[in-house]
């Protein structure tokens, strides 16, 4: 099946203590993003890539890392969460970098910094 | 700069009734416009896009979308909403070249028996 994978689902933290969340899809996609959602905000940007270890800032790209290492995975990093990235957290692909393709999230990582 | 707004935070409707989610944008150029659904504890689904040609367009799941580029809108209908279609529904405007989405607010649909 095709799709795109987070994990964790749910992640609970406290500041300061580093994290990853994993983002992989089995499409062969090239283009890959990741987006927090906040209430009254809908979805943004933080990165994006448009192919292997090549990235690219969104636009609330503070207090994040990515890396693209392999096509496939597109993981999240943060290195010192604080409070204000407590967020749901979304990974998303598509076939192409233009936003004519279509893009495909995943299920979302719902994270609480304490 | 470019942005999109969904002016409803919350729409309550009865089941089998007419469904319209209005969706308002700003962007220079001509629009990719997107209707995306949340169903809780889910990631986002596409329902329908507009990127150019007839301004009325189906997607899934029997939603509709009109394009008005006088008016800068893109709203999305139903004719008769379901108990299944309460979710939350946010518009999106495709960015350039990088294929950043930005998205409205979101709109939550409740839908009463």
């Not at chain 1, 943004?44 to 496939?72: C, F, H």
Request: with cysteine; net charge positive; aromatic share 12%.
């Amino acid at each position: 099946e095709a799709q795109v994978t987070q994990n964790p689902r749910y992640l609970i933290t406290v500041t300061g203590k580093k994290l990853t969340v994993t983002c992989s899809q089995n499409m062969n996609h090239e283009y890959m993003s990741w987006y927090r959602q906040d209430p009254g905000l809908g979805l943004r940007q933080i990165y994006y890539s448009m192919n292997v270890e090549v990235t690219d800032k969104g636009d609330v790209p503070e207090g994040y890392k990515v890396s693209r290492k392999e096509k496939r995975n597109f993981p999240l990093i943060l290195e010192s969460p604080s409070p204000n990235q407590t967020s749901l957290y979304f990974c998303a692909s598509s076939r192409g970098i233009g936003v004519y393709n279509e893009q495909f999230f995943g299920p979302g990582t719902r994270l609480t910094v304490l | 700069a470019q942005s999109v707004t969904q002016p409803d935070i919350h729409i309550t409707v009865s089941e089998g009734a007419s469904l319209e989610l209005r969706c308002n944008y700003s962007y220079g150029a001509t629009p990719y416009l997107f209707w995306y659904v949340q169903s809780p504890g889910q990631g986002l689904q596409l329902l329908l896009k507009y990127f150019s040609g007839d301004t009325l367009v189906q997607g899934i799941k029997g939603f509709e979308a009109e394009f008005k580029r006088s008016q800068s809108s893109f709203n999305l209908r139903k004719p008769s909403v379901h108990w299944s279609d309460a979710a939350e529904y946010f518009c999106a405007v495709g960015s350039g070249n990088t294929g950043k989405l930005i998205f409205g607010q979101g709109t939550t649909l409740q839908v009463k028996p």
